[in-house]
């Protein structure tokens, strides 16, 4: 197995421990914000990294979509804590967390396929956290935003495995 592909399956798989511990426990308000931020602002950066690297047409476009998709995420949670005043971390904290998100993708003939890879993994994750979420919180806010990210991440789901499967 290539270096690459060891490094991306570590990365997914201690990422799921995380979530997989992460997940006997509901979070607080403020704690879903800044996981689900973190992880918005890794995806946004990663497919920042891979529009500029990628190959194929379809693997920049459906960046775009993540990036813009994902934006308007993490602007709806930054409101949702504003309005219910919660102690958010700072920023810095919040993109020190994303930076260790974002999995690790060489450049090279097999990124498109590697990013791919790493956008079905990540997308099931963050799908999971929000529906886990939106099952456990008594928040009105946070289960309509659910109910508003949830379909716009199926659909990065869809795309990201298309992609997975065309390369």
Do not use: C
Request: glycine fraction near 2%; charged fraction near 25%.
């Amino acid at each position: 197995m290539s270096r690459m592909a060891t490094r991306v399956r570590n990365i997914s798989f201690v990422t799921l421990l995380g979530l997989s511990a992460g997940s006997a426990f509901a979070q607080s308000p403020a704690d879903f914000i800044n996981e689900a931020s973190a992880k918005g602002m890794a995806d946004i950066e990663a497919s920042r990294q891979a529009h500029s690297k990628a190959e194929s047409k379809e693997v920049k476009d459906y960046t775009i979509v993540v990036i813009n998709d994902r934006t308007t995420a993490n602007q709806h949670l930054a409101k949702i804590a504003k309005k219910l005043d919660l102690p958010i971390a700072p920023r810095e904290e919040i993109a020190d967390k994303a930076k260790a998100l974002i999995p690790e993708v060489k450049d090279g003939a097999s990124f498109d396929q590697a990013y791919a890879a790493s956008q079905v993994k990540a997308t099931e994750e963050a799908i999971e956290q929000i529906q886990q979420e939106a099952q456990t919180t008594d928040v009105p806010e946070i289960k309509a935003f659910a109910d508003e990210t949830l379909p716009k991440l199926q659909s990065h789901l869809e795309m990201a495995r298309a992609l997975q499967a065309s390369r």
